[in-house]
C-alpha cells in the first residue's frame, strides 16, 4: 500500500472527454470476446489492434496524432494469426512487445527519427509457447523481465535481453486471462478463465496462494455482466472500473482499515465499452489538475476517445498535493540480481509541473558473442541492449578536443549552379533593356525613314551593287553603274554592328514585300559588309521600281515596323521564357532547402527531447544509489549491533 491519502478530495473528481477531432476515429478493434483492451498508449505512442483479413496486424501512432487515422499509417502486419494483446515496456517508451494467436510473442522498435510514419524494426521473435498466447505483462522493476500467457493454463518467463525463456510455470486448468506483477516483483497475480485467481511465485515456478474463500470485503457493482478493466492507481489509492458492453466508469477509494474500499464517484460516457487502457502518470496534464487517463474504445463506433479525471481547484496551474512520488522509468533491480531472490521496489520520483517525461533509449544490436561484456546469445537471435549500459557511449563525445570551423555561414554559401544561374539572369536583363533602348531610339530618327524611301525607291540598282556604312562617318552610301548615288548621314545611329544588320534587315524586308504585291522576284542583289569583319548579308530586292507612289511606300513602312515587332516580341518571349525556367528552378532549390531546415528543426528537437531523458535518467540513478546506499548502511548498522549483542 502506498501513501496514506485523504480522499475526500476526490469526492469530486469529474471526467470529461475530448472534442471528436480529439480522439482517435476510424480505428477498427476486433470485435473479440476476449477480456482484452486490445490497446496500448503510453506518453509517445498508443497502438491499437485492428481488424483486418487474416489478422497479425497492428498500429502504432504517435500520441498527438489525433482525428482520423488512415489504415495504412504506421501499420505492422507482424504475426500470422491475430494480435491478442500489446504492452509498452514501462522503462522505453520505444519498445512494444505483442503477443498472438500464432503462438508467439514478439518485441518491437519504434523510431523516433520518422516523425511522419513510425518506423517499426523486430527485435525479438519469442517461441515457447505452443496454444495460443493471450495477455503479456512487463516487470514493474525488474530489467528486461517479460512474462506471458497461453490458453494452455502456461505462465512463461522470458529474459528479453536476450530473447530467452527461462521459467516455466502452469496455473489451473483453463486458459489465462490477465497477469499483473505485485509493488516489488516478487509475486504474480493470476486470472484463468475458469474463474481461478491465484498468486503465483515466478522465480520458484510455484503457486504461493489460490484459497480465497475469506475475502476482506465484497461490494456488488452495479454494471452489466461483463468483463471488467479494473485499473488501480498505487500513488493515490484509487481504483477504477469499467465493463465491457457498459457506459460508466466507477472509481473508488482504497484504504488498509475498514471498509477497506470507499465509493467515490462515476462518469457515465453513454456508449457502451469494447475496450480501455490507462495512461501512466508520466503522461498527465499536471498544468490542468489531471489526476488519471483511460483511453475507452467504444464498439458502437470506430472511436478511441480519451477521458481525463480532474479534480477541481480554485487555482489553475500544478497542485504538489495531488502528485506524491511515483515510479520511475528505470529499472530498480537487474534480472540477475532478481533471479538471485533480492526483492526492492521501484525508484521513486517527484512529478515536476512540466509537460510529458518522456524515455527516449536507443537500442543497438549486437551479435552471437561481445567481447566487451562476453554474452553469448542463441543461434540466430540477436541481443537487446539498452543505454542503461550505454552510458560510457552517450556522453564520449564529453572527452573530445571542440575542433574549431573557421568556414563561412551556411547562408552566405551558393553552390556553383546558383551562381551561373544568376549571372545569366543579370545578362539577359541587360541585354533586353539596351535593345528595347536602341530600338527606340532607332525608330524615332527620321533618316531611318528617308534611307528606306531612298533605297526602295531608286530608279536602277544592278548586281553588284554594295551598301556600305561607314563607321567612322556615319555616312549611308549607295552606288550605281550610272554613277548616280545617294549619300545620307545618320546622326543619330549607334556605331555598332548589331545596328547595321537589323537596318540591312529591314530593307532587305521591305523589298521583299512590295515584290510580292508585284508578282516579282527580286532579281538584283544588294551587297550590305561591315569593316569589322561581320558576316555578309545578301538582300535582293526588284531590278526597276518605277512611279512608286506614296501610299505604297507608307504600307511599306508599317509593315517593316510590324515584322520589326514581330522579331523583337519574339525574342523577347524566348528570354522571358528562359527567365521564368530560371526563377522555377531556383524556387524548386529554395523550397528544397525549407525542407532541409524544417527536418533539422525536428531533429533539433529530437535531441532537445533525448537531452531532457538523459538528464533525467540521471536524476532517477542518482535516487538508486542514495537507495542502495541507505541500504547498505542499514546492513552495517544491523550487522555491528549484532557484534555488539554476541559481545
Not at 520458484?204 to 480465497?212: D, G, H, S, T, Y
Not at 476517445?305 to 496551474?317: A, Q, Y
Request: include cysteine.
Amino acid at each position: 500500500m502506498g501513501v496514506i491519502v485523504n480522499h475526500s478530495k476526490f469526492l469530486f473528481m469529474y471526467g470529461r472527454t475530448v472534442p471528436r477531432n480529439l480522439a482517435y476515429q476510424d480505428v477498427r478493434i476486433p470485435t473479440s470476446n476476449l477480456g482484452n483492451s486490445f490497446c496500448a498508449v503510453n506518453p509517445k505512442f498508443i497502438s491499437f489492434v485492428l481488424d483486418v483479413s487474416g489478422g497479425g496486424a497492428f498500429q502504432v501512432v504517435p500520441l498527438k496524432r489525433t482525428g482520423r487515422i488512415d489504415c495504412v499509417y504506421g501499420r505492422m502486419n507482424g504475426h500470422r494469426g491475430p494480435v491478442s494483446d500489446l504492452k509498452f515496456n514501462p522503462f522505453n517508451d520505444n519498445v512494444l512487445a505483442s503477443c498472438s494467436e500464432d503462438s508467439t510473442v514478439k518485441l518491437w522498435y519504434l523510431s523516433d527519427e520518422h516523425s511522419c510514419d513510425p518506423l517499426i524494426e523486430e527485435i525479438h521473435h519469442l517461441e515457447g509457447h505452443r496454444g495460443k498466447v493471450v495477455c503479456a505483462e512487463w516487470s514493474p522493476t525488474v530489467e528486461n523481465l517479460l512474462v506471458s500467457g497461453d490458453i494452455d493454463s502456461k505462465i512463461l518467463v522470458w529474459d528479453v535481453s536476450v530473447g530467452v525463456r527461462i521459467r516455466e510455470i502452469r496455473v489451473g486448468k483453463d486458459a489465462v486471462c490477465s497477469l499483473s506483477f505485485n509493488w516489488n516483483c516478487s509475486l504474480c497475480a493470476v486470472t484463468t478463465k475458469d474463474q481461478l485467481l491465484c498468486i503465483v511465485d515466478p522465480r520458484k515456478e510455484k503457486i504461493v496462494a489460490e484459497n480465497l474463500d475469506s475475502p476482506l470485503t465484497v461490494i456488488e457493482l452495479d454494471l452489466s455482466p461483463g468483463i471488467l478493466f479494473p485499473f488501480f492507481d498505487r500513488d493515490l489509492n484509487l481504483i477504477f472500473i469499467s465493463s465491457k458492453g457498459h457506459s460508466r466508469i466507477m472509481f473508488y477509494g482504497i484504504t488498509d482499515s475498514q471498509p477497506y474500499i470507499r465509493y467515490l464517484n462515476e462518469y457515465n460516457s453513454g456508449r457502451p465499452v469494447h475496450g480501455a487502457v490507462a495512461m501512466c502518470k508520466r503522461g498527465l496534464r499536471r498544468d490542468e489538475c489531471e489526476v488519471f487517463r483511460i483511453y475507452q474504445i467504444h464498439s458502437d463506433s470506430d472511436i478511441v476517445d480519451p477521458i481525463s479525471f480532474t479534480v477541481p481547484r480554485k487555482t489553475e496551474g500544478y497542485c504538489k498535493d495531488l502528485y506524491p512520488e511515483t515510479a520511475a522509468p528505470t529499472p530498480s533491480l537487474t534480472l540477475k540480481e532478481w533471479l538471485s531472490g533480492i526483492d526492492r521496489g521501484p525508484i521513486m520520483m517527484l512529478l515536476n509541473e512540466t509537460g510529458d517525461m518522456k524515455t527516449h533509449k536507443p537500442v543497438m544490436f549486437k551479435t552471437r558473442f561481445d567481447q566487451q561484456t562476453n554474452d553469448k546469445a542463441p543461434k540466430g537471435r540477436s541481443v537487446l541492449v539498452t543505454s542503461d549500459r550505454n552510458n560510457d557511449l552517450k556522453f564520449m563525445f564529453l572527452n573530445q578536443m571542440t575542433r574549431p570551423d573557421y568556414r563561412g555561414i551556411a547562408s552566405d554559401k551558393r553552390t556553383e549552379t546558383e551562381s551561373v544561374m544568376g549571372e545569366e539572369s543579370k545578362i539577359l536583363l541587360s541585354e533586353v533593356s539596351s535593345v528595347e533602348e536602341a530600338d527606340e531610339k532607332l525608330e524615332d530618327t527620321p533618316s531611318c525613314q528617308t534611307a528606306v524611301a531612298s533605297v526602295v525607291g531608286s530608279p536602277k540598282l544592278e548586281n553588284g551593287s554594295e551598301l556600305g556604312i561607314s563607321k567612322r562617318k556615319k555616312l549611308f552610301t549607295l552606288n550605281g553603274d550610272n554613277e548616280t548615288g545617294a549619300m545620307m548621314k545618320f546622326d543619330d545611329f549607334k556605331q555598332s554592328w548589331r545596328e547595321t544588320s537589323r537596318f540591312a534587315k529591314r530593307i532587305w524586308t521591305a523589298k521583299s514585300s512590295y515584290a510580292k504585291r508585284e508578282n516579282e522576284e527580286p532579281s538584283s542583289l544588294v551587297k550590305c559588309s561591315d569593316i569589322h569583319g561581320s558576316p555578309l548579308l545578301e538582300l535582293r530586292n526588284p531590278v526597276e521600281m518605277k512611279n512608286f507612289d506614296i501610299s505604297n511606300k507608307m504600307d511599306i513602312q508599317q509593315s517593316v515596323m510590324k515584322a520589326e515587332i514581330d522579331n523583337k516580341t519574339e525574342k523577347l518571349n524566348k528570354r522571358v521564357r528562359y527567365l521564368l525556367n530560371v526563377v522555377e528552378k531556383q524556387a524548386a532549390e529554395l523550397n528544397d532547402v525549407k525542407q532541409r531546415l524544417t527536418e533539422i528543426e525536428k531533429r533539433l528537437q529530437q535531441k532537445e527531447e533525448t537531452i531532457q531523458c538523459l538528464r533525467n535518467e540521471i536524476r532517477w540513478r542518482s535516487a538508486r544509489i542514495t537507495q542502495l546506499e541507505d541500504e547498505l548502511s542499514a546492513v552495517v548498522n544491523t550487522s555491528e549491533d549484532e557484534d555488539v549483542d554476541n559481545y
